[in-house]
């Protein structure tokens, strides 16, 4: 069996706690070990020099469009942007058509993903049959295909009643409920957030309590069961604040931060631009700087996309009329880097650890490691290198980034995933 041998890199796996400069080997698909090893004999042989060598990035809330609107993005062109962003591992949302609400749907996912032989692909099964949010889904069916955890992302789950039972159900299973936090009353018709840019602007609004009573409510539901819940896509600071005092008293909660959401603000929609059209909305600089407080104290343990692509002429619609959602599978990484570390909010351990570990716990599923004896997924980062965003350069079908010309620092050097190399940029040496 070939033996891989990454070299001089630093190796940060927040699982063990680990930061420092050495080797990783890997055997076929396997970690292998760490350190110097001069028994082994490598068959090839990685420099990681002024790199960073840490487990395969994982991004937990990807909308991968696959069965049903293929002309937005496929498990194959997916999954394929997940490497470019360095990107080993997805979850994707069951909000395709037919939504992800069986055993065979579950399986027809992990099919899918191996045909195209890019990234692993875990799917998060719906809640309710066709996400109607009327009867439960086949919840221990879903369990049997492989869904790893369980929402009915894209529409908030109406019924207190259902969301009780979901996160029952769900704790014999020992899987979270992601929960898409958003009360359609309070959203219906709304554009952007609801506040002095949206008056300003004559636009209709979502005010910030359309996602914190429903945050409230499921916290309340997760003590009630003693259920797991994940809140996606957190995007106020009242949530945060709510997560936060959730924790303190043991309530198994976890929260999800997306990019958008802590590097742009509701100011974006002066320009009518349909790109910045996501839900949440894009917020106030005062819910980003509570965000970023709540990436840096930990309340917000999972970094995620929320990968949401549209194709092009569907975007280009007036902002009435246009789809919500921003893709972010190319873009997480040196997004991160750039928002997180560069201005000095997060450590690059603290980052990798909201990137690996965190979400692989909070889908309890064995990735996010280096240690010995695991899948060898391993990401291997350029901290240092400088570039800029041009979305015509993607892997993915869908073009709705907000981050165009932006300049970033950080990038997937080297993607590995089982133990083969499935994406490099181009070596110089
Ligand atoms: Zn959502
Ligand atoms: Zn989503």
Redesign the pocket.
């Known amino acids: 069996m070939s033996i891989l041998r990454i070299t001089n890199g630093r190796v940060i796996d927040p699982s063990q706690g680990i930061d420092q400069l050495t080797d990783l080997w890997i055997r076929a698909d396997t970690i292998l070990a760490l350190g110097a090893q001069p028994h082994l004999q490598a068959d090839r042989v990685l420099d990681a020099t002024g790199k960073i060598v840490c487990p395969g990035l994982i991004d937990m809330?990807v909308h991968l469009r696959e069965p049903g609107r293929q002309e937005d993005e496929t498990i194959a062109t997916g999954t394929a942007a997940a490497l470019a962003g360095g990107i080993t591992s997805v979850a994707c949302?069951p909000n395709t058509e037919p939504a992800l609400d069986s055993q065979a749907a579950a399986e027809f996912v992990y099919l899918q993903a191996e045909r195209a032989g890019n990234a692993n692909v875990f799917p998060v099964g719906a809640i309710t049959k066709g996400r109607e949010g009327k009867e439960l889904a086949e919840i221990g069916g879903l369990v049997e295909g492989g869904a790893v955890a369980f929402?009915d992302?894209?529409s908030p789950i109406v019924s207190a009643e259902i969301m009780r039972r979901a996160l029952e159900y769900c704790r014999m299973f020992d899987r979270a409920v992601l929960s898409?936090c958003?009360d359609p009353d309070l959203t219906r018709g709304g554009i952007m957030h609801e506040g002095f840019e949206s008056m300003r602007l004559g636009v209709r609004g979502i005010p910030a309590a359309a996602e914190q009573v429903v945050v409230y409510r499921d916290i309340a539901l997760a003590e009630l069961t003693g259920g797991r819940l994940h809140i996606?896509?957190v995007s106020t600071a009242g949530s945060v604040d709510l997560i936060r005092r959730a924790k303190q008293r043991g309530v198994r909660v976890s929260g999800e931060a997306c990019p958008h959401h802590f590097t742009l603000t509701d100011k974006c929609l002066r320009s009518f631009d349909s790109v910045y059209k996501v839900?949440?909305p894009l917020r106030t600089e005062e819910d980003v700087q509570a965000l970023l407080a709540g990436l840096k104290d930990g309340t917000l343990e999972v970094l995620a996309s929320?990968h949401a692509p549209h194709a092009p002429e569907k975007k280009m619609r007036e902002l009435d009329q246009a789809p919500s959602g921003i893709i972010g599978l190319e873009t997480l990484l040196p997004v991160c880097v750039t928002a997180l570390i560069e201005t000095g909010h997060l450590t690059w351990p603290q980052l990798i650890e909201k990137l690996t570990v965190n979400p692989a716990r909070v889908l309890n599923i064995d990735r996010g490691t280096l240690r010995p004896g695991s899948m060898a997924d391993v990401t291997i980062v350029d901290p240092a290198v400088e570039w800029t965003i041009d979305p015509s350069e993607f892997r993915s079908k869908s073009r709705n980034c907000p981050y165009a010309g932006w300049k970033v620092r950080g990038r997937a050097d080297t993607v590995i995933v089982g133990g083969k190399v499935k994406f490099e940029t181009s070596r110089t040496s």
């Open positions: 809330h949302m929402t992302d894209g898409h958003d996606l896509h839900t949440p929320a």
